[in-house]
Nanobody, 129 residues
Framework: QVHLVESGGGLVQAGWSLRLSCAAS????????MGWYRQAPGKQRDLIAT???????NYAHSVKGRFTISRDNAKNTVFLQMNSLKPEDTAVYYC???????????????????????WGKGTLVTVSS
């Protein structure tokens, strides 16, 4: 089992920056990848960034160039640095972790699109115009 706790959400103005953190505990050695998802009111949950155990990162087109995912292995923590925030970034942001192994990066990303094995409870980010 992996337990995830997000922090760092809040209310900011458009153009500002915010950094989310996700602390992992439990069977952290089994994690192969971690990701950030978000769900805006009335919309489906979307994958926005992933990072693997080899530090390979992927981003959704909507956040590429503005958001950066990183990890501190010593602290079992993953971060999401969000810059140039827009009102459309308003959502609940969820941290997730996956323990599955995939034969290719394409297969991994295909599966991550639908979700990961473990989830945090989410943290709300509100961007005002």
């Amino acid at each position: 089992q992996v337990h995830l706790v997000e922090s760092g959400g809040g209310l900011v103005q458009a153009g500002w920056s915010l950094r989310l953190s996700c602390a992992a505990s439990g069977s952290v050695g089994s994690i192969n990848a971690m990701g950030w998802y978000r769900q805006a009111p009335g919309k489906q949950r979307d994958l926005i960034a992933t990072i693997t155990s080899t530090d390979t990162t992927n981003y959704a087109h909507s956040v590429k160039g503005r958001f950066t995912i990183s990890r501190d292995n010593a602290k079992n923590t993953v971060f999401l640095q969000m810059n140039s925030l827009k009102p459309e970034d308003t959502a609940v942001y969820y941290c997730a972790a996956d323990v599955r192994s995939f034969s290719t990066d394409v297969a991994a990303m295909f599966n991550y699109y639908y979700g990961m094995d473990y989830w945090g409870k989410g943290t709300l980010v509100t961007v005002s115009s």
